[in-house]
DNA sequence: CTCGATGCAAAGGTTTTGCACCAGG
DNA sequence: CCTGGTGCAAAACCTTTGCATCGAG
């Protein structure tokens, strides 16, 4: 999704397209797979606005965008969440406990696992997405 | 592991036995399969000990029994982490996102997945319990 | 006696909230 | 206009750290 899709999505359901949503909806859009926390969206945002951005908006424009439907957050390690647009959450994180190390795994490679687990402990559904999967790479076992 | 069992792995590491980390210890051995957080491990300490804990104590000594590889702290979701004696985490967590229902999943049930996914991504290991695995509870679903 | 462990207090890092003001629709 | 969004400041929350003192070995 770009960025107009995503400030459509605010419009479409009443709310205000505001500068700083503009800018942060901007920054989401051009960061393809990459892994963005607040400080670097922020940091991002005021650069391509030129405006002045609170960290706690945000947080705020974040917790809109998910509630929306349209962004996630995950968390990878112990430091801050890292944020993916909807579109783009066809991938677990596996993660290297050692060396944080993060992997991108389509998520076909896990479905199927899920879908036994979610079937033997009546879940409806297993998605995993919010958390990464974390084991040790091959150089952190290595030295 | 009982508790004699953890106090016997400190003192063979040259560390010191306190009563703080006696207190600690039992409450950690008699929490069979409970998600303790430390907060919790605090309140149990001082109630059985009768004696004063303070909360970077417990912080201290969780960390040290992690080191001695005794223990393991996990997130289940966005508090507090919980911990596993190591001797019991022979299960996953799987946690529903909207009430916060938590399973354990024994791990052979996701053992091969995750070796899968070892084997394609050079990963050494993959053991993936230091975070729940998210989804949504029949009950959330329906709802 | 010595060094590791503790309590206390303070800071750290991330995220949330209260509030008065501003601006989108 | 009027309600929702914003910046600012402060708090909340979990966890870590500095430091003087205490106590295990």
Redesign the pocket.
């Known amino acids: 999704m770009d960025a107009e899709g995503l400030v459509r999505g605010?419009?479409s359901?009443?709310?205000?397209?505001?500068?700083?949503?503009r800018a942060?909806c901007a920054v989401l859009a051009a960061g393809h797979g990459e892994h963005l926390?607040?400080?670097e969206i922020r940091r991002r945002a005021?650069q391509g606005s030129a405006?002045?951005?609170?960290?706690?908006?945000?947080?705020?424009?974040?917790?809109?965008l998910e509630r929306l439907g349209v962004l996630h957050?995950v968390?990878l390690g112990?430091?801050?969440?890292i944020v993916h647009l909807s579109a783009e959450i066809n991938h677990q994180h596996l993660v290297c406990e050692h060396c944080g190390k993060t992997v991108d795994i389509p998520v076909d490679e896990v479905t199927e696992a899920f879908e036994t687990l979610a079937l033997r402990h009546s879940f409806a559904s297993v998605h995993g997405s919010h958390f990464a999967i974390v084991g040790t790479c091959h150089e952190c076992a290595t030295s």
């Open positions: 605010l419009r359901e009443g709310m205000r397209v505001t500068a700083a949503r942060i926390d607040a400080t005021e405006i002045n951005i609170d960290q706690s908006t945000i947080y705020r424009t974040i917790d809109v957050h968390h112990h430091g801050p969440a």
